[in-house]
């Protein structure tokens, strides 16, 4: 045997040995998943809460930026936004080992000061909400507060109030025509929540649009008037749609229809972004904010939370797939500066790949991919046994259902 056959035969056979233990072993404990967790957003959660957030966040932004004065201004609500959203299922949960719960209380009161900090004009780490870039990122704290009504009953009265001013201030900004129109949604959903007057018609304006006129079929809508090949269905689209449906349609008991079809069209797309997860935790790198690193499978997180996977995929198997994209991205080399601060990058430091928008915080979005700790560890989500996820079951060799295209019946 000559020598590159040797060698071929001795990759192809570790790669068997990889797909084989990537069948049995766990990816990722739960308190391996805390731990990352903790090593994300601690950072951001801890100073917001010592109004340190604007003293010790490191601001750098992509060197094809557009406005570096104003993107600079808005990085740390970006930060705190997206942090709070992903966690935001976490601090709801009750009980659990008492590690983790003495680390949740200490989230919990991060989270009510980092909060109170954020909204108080007075603070040092009081954040902008007035412009089209607050107006994303103030979407974030409405739906963690969507997604955590524990924060919003453990607030005190007049921070609460300054809560609602805050996010006020962002209905002075028409949305871009694209998934921006779910922000302003958002936004009024959690206004709507918590019985604090919204707006129905920047509801029916995100709704309608994106059911009537934008899905294009198979689990995927547009972004706007145009389709765009990248991960925004599942960063924005589908869990933002969702959180919108479900509020306004178990509240007033409208848009059943929509929440319907939504619901099916959320399984197929999370049946496909299971698919896209390799053996080995990568995926490809297409479309715009590939920096978001984790938070580009936002939706399929977003789906095993709220337990309505489709029966195609198992709990245990998006666990484990989930928990190798968090190993993949955040284990390697220069993922963190020396102070703990995320680079920009999707293996690493890697600036070139981010667009014209994207600073320190907007990086802070991979925390939605962690949604699944608002489970309990008995739920099967977390109690059942690893289980092969598509791909890694394909390239072992085992033999697998066809994939077949989503027909949506009218």
């Not at 600073?359 to 046994?385: H, K, N, Q, R």
């Amino acid at each position: 045997m000559t020598k590159p056959n040797a060698l071929l035969l001795l990759l192809l056979l570790s790669f068997s040995v990889s797909a084989k233990a990537a069948d049995k072993a766990p990816t990722l404990s739960r308190k391996q998943w805390l731990a990352y967790l903790d090593r994300v957003a601690r950072p951001v959660m801890q100073n917001i809460s010592q109004n340190q957030l604007k003293a010790n966040m490191p601001v750098v932004t992509s060197g094809a930026i557009d406005n570096k004065e104003q993107r600079s201004k808005v990085a740390y609500l970006e930060a705190f936004g997206r942090t709070l959203c992903g966690i935001a299922p976490w601090l709801q949960l009750e009980g659990g080992n008492p590690s983790e719960v003495k680390m949740r209380d200490q989230y919990r009161q991060w989270a009510l000061q980092g909060i109170a900090n954020a909204v108080n004009p007075g603070a040092k780490d009081y954040l902008q909400w007035n412009g089209g870039q607050p107006l994303v990122d103030a979407s974030f704290v409405a739906l963690a507060l969507v997604r955590a009504p524990w924060l919003w009953e453990h607030l005190n009265k007049p921070v609460q109030q300054q809560i609602v001013t805050a996010l006020m201030i962002t209905r002075n900004t028409v949305p871009v025509y694209s998934n921006w129109i779910l922000f302003s949604g958002a936004i009024e959903a959690f206004f709507d929540k918590y019985d604090l007057g919204y707006d129905p018609v920047r509801i029916e304006f995100a709704v309608r649009e994106f059911t009537q006129h934008w899905y294009v079929g198979d689990g995927l809508y547009a972004d706007g008037m145009s389709f765009h090949l990248d991960y925004y269905n599942s960063i924005v689209i589908h869990p933002n749609l969702n959180a919108i449906l479900d509020e306004v349609s178990s509240k007033h008991k409208i848009y059943q229809h929509e929440r319907d079809n939504a619901k099916l069209i959320s399984q197929r797309y999370a049946q496909i972004l299971e698919g896209m997860i390799n053996a080995d935790g990568s995926y490809p790198a297409i479309g715009r904010s590939i920096v978001y690193r984790g938070g580009v499978f936002h939706h399929l997180a977003d789906m095993a939370y709220r337990k309505q996977l489709p029966s195609s995929i198992s709990p245990a198997q998006v666990r484990e797939a989930l928990g190798a994209v968090i190993k993949k991205t955040l284990n390697a080399p220069n993922t963190f500066n020396k102070d703990g601060w995320l680079n920009i990058g999707l293996y690493g430091n890697q600036p070139s790949l981010a667009e014209f928008y994207i600073t320190t915080g907007s990086l802070y979005i991979c925390t939605d991919i962690f949604m699944p700790l608002g489970l309990p560890e008995t739920d099967e989500f977390w109690s059942a046994p690893p289980a092969p996820w598509t791909s890694v079951k394909i390239w072992s060799g085992q033999d697998v259902p066809a994939d077949h295209a989503f027909e949506l019946k009218k």
